[in-house]
């Protein structure tokens, strides 16, 4: 399997996509976001810093999370391929990444664009529910997407909170930063030919994309 690079807008549907095309090509999942909560949840120093920007939903450092991607795609479980979601964000960090690669001798495979427009990823964004144990998300507002008991994680049983992130505010500045700093990927990545887009509409499930993905894939 190709190595995976997930580019889209906040709650356009990156997560729950990478974790499907994660277990029927059994590759693992890496997303930026998770490595930094779990740097958080450690309790160190760095998760302390790194928690007061993510709450204003600044990005975070390159140093610090090139550091932690190094680590990750070092592990044997990256050799056949991995979906990387949430990396990177910009240009800049895309250069580095292509240093990354060529550091760690891998290809960059395939770049799948979800676009979506403001208003839905909004809406989303606002009724999406994250499990407080095993990070799984929910949506109230997508019908495949809600827990069989209301406000329990199906997959564990713990409590289902809104992310602190996960507010109007915060949205709004991390729409705005997707604009500025993740669109202009769209073009860097085409004119290296890995890119592919699918259109996220209020009509599609996430089955449907899901299979257009395949589709690529295959
Ligand atoms: P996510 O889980 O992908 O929605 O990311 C949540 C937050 O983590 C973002 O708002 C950023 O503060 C931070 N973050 C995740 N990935 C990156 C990245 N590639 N560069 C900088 N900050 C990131």
Not at 78 to 101: E, F, H
Not at 165 to 179: H, I, S, W
């Amino acid at each position: 399997m190709k190595n995976i690079i997930f580019i889209a807008p906040p709650a356009a549907g990156k997560g729950t996509q990478s974790k499907l095309v994660s277990t029927e090509y059994n590759i693992p999942h890496i997303s930026t976001g998770d490595l930094l909560r779990d740097e958080i949840g450690s309790g160190s120093q760095l998760g302390i810093k790194i928690k007061d920007e993510m709450d204003r939903g600044s990005l975070i450092d390159d140093d610090i999370i090139v550091g932690l991607l190094r680590e990750r795609l070092s592990k044997v479980d990256c050799n056949n391929g991995y979906i990387l979601d949430g990396y990177p964000r910009n240009v800049s960090q895309a250069k580095i990444y292509n240093d990354l690669l060529k550091e760690l001798n891998k290809d960059i495979g395939v770049v799948i664009y979800m676009s979506i427009d403001e208003e839905l990823a909004l809406s989303r964004t606002l009724s999406r529910l994250t499990c407080s144990s095993c990070g799984a998300s929910y949506n109230s507002s997508v019908l495949e997407l809600k827990p069989k008991i209301d406000g329990i994680c199906d997959k564990c049983g713990h409590t289902l909170r809104v992310r602190s992130d996960d507010n109007r505010e915060t949205f709004l500045n991390r729409f705005d930063t997707y604009v500025r700093e993740t669109k202009p990927l769209i073009d860097y990545y085409n004119n290296l030919s890995v890119l592919k887009t699918i259109n996220v509409g209020a009509d599609k499930s996430a089955d449907d994309i899901f299979n257009e993905i395949k589709d690529i894939l295959n």
